[in-house]
């Protein structure tokens, strides 16, 4: 199975920052990545998927890049609604994967 | 609105069955692929089962000959039967409706739905 590691697992950040998170796979998996949000008690919600691509109706303080084994997730100035817990997913390989999440909290 | 919306969680002895659904509107679930997903504390997002459009399925090895996905166009509604249930099954269940482009290529899930809990103990 191809393993997603994200990093960090925690990150504590003020409205405003910058924040990036990277998700590392264990083999190539071209552009068949995608990124979710999900707040407690939820369903995950798309943010980017094709690695880069921004899903309709995302705000634009949100990107993503990469390619190969290397992703991030990059929110550009933090907004009170996005604390919450970041999954990145492969679905090059079956059994398409999840990366472990990166729970963004109020510093 | 397109929105997806399970049902059929709850506490299940070791060994006995559920069956969830998960229903559709918005959109046909006949048109596309569509996917079942687990969340547990401990193990976080396991990936379980898909129904292709063309009705081929997959299956994580986890649940391989114990869960069957299907789907009934008529109710635009798709199911998870589980069988033989086990403690590490426990966990949150969620559909989603699967996106493909060729020309990226890339695959994605949009939306999922709300989630179900699977209790499994005696």
């Known amino acids: 199975d191809i393993q997603l590691t994200q990093s960090p697992s925690f990150l504590s950040a003020s409205v405003g920052d910058r924040v990036t998170i990277t998700c590392r796979a264990s083999q190539g998996i071209t552009s068949y990545l995608a990124w979710y949000q999900q707040k407690p008690g939820k369903g995950p919600k798309l943010l980017i998927y094709a690695a880069s691509t921004l899903r309709s109706g995302v705000p634009s303080r949100f990107s993503g890049s990469g390619s190969g084994t290397e992703f991030t997730l990059t929110i550009s100035s933090l907004q009170p609604e996005d604390f919450a817990i970041y999954y990145c997913q492969q679905l090059n390989t079956y059994p398409w994967t999840f990366g472990q999440g990166t729970r963004v909290e109020i510093k | ?122």
């Not at chain 2, 060994?15 to 048109?31: I, P, T, W, Y």
């Open chain 2, 1 to 122: 609105e397109v929105q997806l919306v399970e049902s059929g969680g709850g506490l299940i002895l070791p060994g006995g069955s559920l069956r969830l659904s998960c229903a559709a509107s918005g959109f046909s679930v006949s048109a596309y692929s569509m996917t079942w997903v687990r969340q547990t504390p401990g193990k976080g997002l396991e990936w379980v089962s898909l129904i292709y459009s063309a009705d081929n399925t997959f299956y994580a090895d986890s649940v391989k000959g114990r869960f069957t996905i299907s789907r009934d166009n008529s109710k635009n509604t798709l199911y998870l039967q589980m069988n033989s249930l086990r403690a590490e099954d426990t966990a949150v269940y969620y559909c989603a409706r699967v996106l493909e482009v060729f020309v990226v290529p890339a695959r994605w899930f949009d939306p999922w739905g709300q989630g179900t809990l699977v209790t499994v103990s005696s």
